[in-house]
């Protein structure tokens, strides 16, 4: 049984922090390219941050380059998005994705993050 379960949203002031958790289990989660995705009202879901299975290569999107990174425990088998300096822009529903071939995805049920002015 593969799961995914997303933590850690709510509703923050601009400029402040949240940490979104993505729990996981079912799988191999070390070989997995572990991400997150967020999408907002009438936009897009878009590629927030990635974290490689291979070689510990982390990449993120130029919106949240320097304010947001992805970590991950995989004793645990648990991804995180650390997110900081948040933007009202932020404001999405975040989902955690797992790959582990190109036919095999998997995702969680998305989490709210919303950031007020």
């Known amino acids: 049984q593969v799961q995914l379960v997303e933590s850690g949203g709510g509703l923050v002031q601009a400029g402040g922090s949240l940490r979104l958790s993505c729990e996981t289990s079912g799988f191999t989660f070390s070989n997995a390219d572990m991400s997150w995705y967020r999408q907002a009202p009438g936009k897009e879901r878009e590629l927030v941050a990635v974290s490689a299975s291979v070689g510990g290569t982390t990449s993120y999107a130029d919106s949240v380059k320097g304010r947001f990174t992805i970590s991950r425990d995989n004793a645990k088998s648990t991804v995180y998005l650390q997110m900081n300096s948040l933007k009202p822009d932020d404001t999405a529903v975040y989902y955690c994705?797992?790959?582990?071939?190109?036919?095999?995805?998997?995702w969680g049920q998305g989490i709210q993050v919303t950031v007020s002015s």
């Open positions: 994705n797992a790959v582990l071939t190109r036919s095999w995805r998997y």
